[in-house]
């Protein structure tokens, strides 16, 4: 029988202690640094939780997520930066009123595709049009022509790879290497105190959560299941008259627009924006912070981002020489040894004995002892 439930009894028990542990206990035992670099975690399970929805459901590997992190990251940095260079604030420039990094380029004037970003409905609205008008235009094109599997997975790191070259090299306008730097304001308001990163965290969480609920949606409804047919037996459910390619697209799309949200949400909490995270190796990590936390589970994924940050921050800082090593033997051991991840050691391993545990306590009436010889009684 199918279970229809929004949440099972396992995933209702998860996202509350995930709501608890986010939202109160490590607000409580973190200081503002400690708790910055959560939330800076907290960014790339937006993307992982994409990766469900596109490699764990729709079959889909994408080695190339960190584009889109990027387009949004890139968004968001281009009204801030825009809101960091006031006249009054660039007046020693030869060219006030224009980013930074434009005037130490030679351009004195604003270009034409900066200008809507000078709006804060047009940026959010940016946030998720260009990433997924891009991944539109890329799973037509893939997805159409029944590009998929391995194939698909070299383009889109192809893609990784131009997107950096092309960010780099357009120093002028994009900040180059050094990307965007100096983010201060939101319509006004200072994201650099302490006070104002406690807020964007609480905000980044609720971002998160919203995002949950519209993967768990997607999930339980009819898309979901063609989605999980769709990888299984793809030729079926072609025969059975479904568009594989328009499913493949949507997925794609979902799992590029959560990417951005996060890249947006990275650049209000940390402060900038380079290609550095866009390219071919933040990209592959992204897919093992999904693997390690289980690409079937969308609780696993963001616990798996959340475990794996948090050991490259305290390895990184004790031995950084071995922390790439550790994380590549971190994957092997995730293909070879457990494929489902930590969520598949979950439901293998503990949540049946938790059940059977359960189970055992709910049929032992009151005052019924494991001793199948009355108290007193003689044994045979």
């Known amino acids: 029988m199918t279970d229809n439930r929004f949440f099972n009894r396992s995933e209702l028990i998860g996202i509350l202690v995930l709501a608890v542990f986010l939202v109160v206990v490590l607000p409580l035992t973190l200081d503002v640094f400690r708790l910055n670099l959560v939330a800076k975690y907290l960014t790339y399970a937006f993307v992982a939780l994409g990766l469900v929805i596109c490699w764990g459901y729709g079959g889909i590997l994408s080695l190339g997520q960190g584009v889109f992190f990027g387009l949004g990251g890139y968004c968001m940095a281009m009204f801030l930066k825009l809101e960091a260079s006031s006249v009054e604030n660039t007046k020693i420039q030869s060219t006030p009123g224009i ?13 034409f595709f900066w200008k809507p970003f000078n709006s804060l409905t047009f940026t959010i609205a940016a946030i998720i049009l260009v990433p997924g008008i891009f991944a539109l235009i890329i799973g037509t094109a893939m997805f159409k022509r029944r590009v998929g599997g391995t194939y698909f997975a070299i383009i889109t790191q192809a893609v990784a790879a131009i997107m950096t070259i092309l960010i780099v090299g357009q120093q002028g306008y994009t900040g180059g290497i050094n990307g965007m730097t100096d983010l201060r304001t939101l319509k006004g308001w200072d994201i650099r105190p302490d006070h104002a990163k406690i807020v964007l965290y609480f905000f980044e969480v609720g971002c998160l959560f ?91 994924a963001i616990y798996g981002t959340l475990l794996v940050n948090f050991a490259k921050t305290s390895l990184s800082e004790t031995f950084p020489e071995l922390w790439l090593f550790g994380l590549g033997g971190l994957f092997i051991a995730v293909v070879l040894a457990f494929p489902n991840g930590l969520a598949g050691i979950w439901g293998d391993y503990v949540q049946p004995r938790i059940d059977r545990l359960i189970a055992s306590r709910k049929s032992k009436p009151d005052g019924w002892t494991d001793s199948s010889v009355a108290d007193g009684a003689p044994a045979e």
């Not at 980013?99 to 270009?111: E, G, K, S, V, Y």
């Not at 059975?240 to 799992?255: D, E, L, P, R, T």
Request: glycine share 8%; with cysteine; proline share 4%.
């Open 210 to 300: 919203a995002c949950i609920m519209i993967a768990q949606f997607i999930r339980h409804s009819k898309l979901g299941r063609i989605l999980v047919a769709m990888r299984e037996k793809e030729d079926r459910v072609r025969f059975s008259g479904y568009s594989v390619a328009n499913f493949k697209i949507f997925a794609f799309c979902i799992a590029a627009v959560f990417a951005a949200i996060g890249g947006a949400m990275f650049a209000l909490n940390v402060g900038f924006m380079s290609p550095s995270f866009v390219g071919i190796v933040p990209s592959i990590e992204m897919v093992i912070y999904t693997a390690v936390g289980g690409r079937l589970s969308i609780l696993g």
């Open 99 to 111: 980013p930074d990094f434009m005037d130490w380029n030679q351009i004195t004037a604003l270009p």
